[in-house]
C-alpha cells in the first residue's frame, strides 16, 4: 500500500473520530490547522497506511508524539506505551479535572506528558472552549 492517506481513508479517519483529536479531544472545527492523520506505529517502524494504524490527531498532539510508540510515565519512571485509541478506550486511561486531561494509567500519565497536553497554552484553549460550550 502507499504511503500517502488517500481521500477516502482520510475521511473515514475523521469520521471515525467524530472530527475529534483522538489524543486530547479538540474538535478539528475549532481548531486553527485542520486535523492530520497520525500513524499509531510510524512508518518507519514499519506502520502501514491502513485504517486500523492511524488516529485523527490535532497538529500539536501529532507534532510532540511524532514516530514515538513510548515515553516516560512521570510519576513511576518507568517506560510505556503510548495510548493507542485503536486498541484502547480514552475513558479507561483519562480524564478531566476541569480544563486538565489527567492520566488514570501509567499509559495515561505518559501520553499526557509526552504530548504536553497540560501545558499552560492548550490548558487556556480549553478553558476557552470550555466557556462557550465548545469542549470537550
Not at 104 to 131: C, S
Request: proline share 5%.
Amino acid at each position: 500500500m502507499s504511503d500517502s492517506v488517500s481521500p477516502a481513508l482520510r475521511q473515514l479517519v475523521i469520521e471515525r473520530a467524530a472530527g475529534h483529536c483522538e489524543y486530547c479531544l479538540i474538535h478539528q472545527d475549532v481548531s486553527p490547522y485542520a486535523h492530520e492523520t497520525d500513524h499509531l506505529v510510524a512508518r518507519k517502524h514499519g506502520g502501514q497506511t491502513v485504517a486500523e494504524n492511524l488516529a485523527l490527531a490535532c497538529l500539536a498532539c501529532n507534532r510532540r508524539k511524532g514516530s514515538d510508540l513510548t515515553t516516560i510515565d512521570p510519576l513511576t519512571g518507568d517506560v510505556v506505551p503510548l495510548f493507542n485509541p485503536r486498541v484502547q478506550l480514552w475513558q479507561d486511561h483519562f480524564a478531566f479535572k476541569g480544563a486538565y486531561v489527567i492520566g488514570l494509567t501509567t499509559i495515561g500519565r505518559g501520553t499526557v506528558f509526552l504530548l504536553g497536553m497540560n501545558v499552560p497554552e492548550r490548558v487556556a484553549i480549553r478553558k476557552a472552549l470550555m466557556r462557550e460550550n465548545l469542549y470537550p
